[in-house]
């Protein structure tokens, strides 16, 4: 946990956006001009020229939370030929972070639970439209995934979404029916000393002041609820505040 805490410290103090013109070789003008017209940005995504979407994760100063959730996560660096599923994937962020690594093709769905508040599909199109990607995005509910429906995923990628779910459990099964090697889990959890599994449930807006957080399970009962859901292998990669992420495999 040290180590991994001394690594995360170094590599955000490096941390600097590529100064080099992105893919689609839009000019820095154009650039500002489509980042400034989404009315909010979650995440923070290097669009070339040395500039960052001013996304709000972590705080709308902090240049590097988006960048230091993809270290926790450890992310493989080769997904070459890979199919990747970015659950939850809002601005796409992680999307098109692992066509970068080369995935072969990938799918972010959201379901965009705020969509009368601040998270639409702007974002991600801006993003895409900068970076040539050829990222595809479905608007889709995890309880809606199926093999029927979208396919088998080498990796699927989990980030941020479960304690937003009423129905965690199911969500899991879903997302393990489509899961063929790895399905990272990066969630908030409640560090409890409970030697049993835990899971506390916020009626309203107990848990950050925000209604759509409805569960905070302890590390005892994430690791039940994966094994239940059908990954049998899980590994817990890392630890940071109330947040945790594990790589599972079935
Ligand atoms: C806290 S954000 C996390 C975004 C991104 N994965 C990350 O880690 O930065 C939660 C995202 O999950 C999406 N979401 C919430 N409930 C969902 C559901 N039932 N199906 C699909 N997406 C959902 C939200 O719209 C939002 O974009």
Redesign the pocket.
Known sequence: MKLLKKFCKQKKEEYQPSQESPKSLMSKEEVIRLINSVPFW??KIEVGYGLLTPGH?GGIENKTA?YE?LLRIEMPENLNNKRVL?????DG??SFEAEKRGASEVLA??????LEKD?DKSGFEVAKKILASNVKYQI????DISNKNIGYYDVV?F???LY??KHPLL?LEKIAEVTKELMIL?TFYVNDDNKKAVGYFYEKDELNKDS?NWWGFNKKCIEALLRTAGFNKIKKISERGDRIVYHCFK
């Open positions: 979650w995440h994760q988006t959730t970015d659950i939850g994937a809002w962020y992680f769905i959201d379901s965009h639970y705020r998270s889709m509910d995890v309880y990628l980030l941020g979404v937003h779910l969500a990066e759509t």
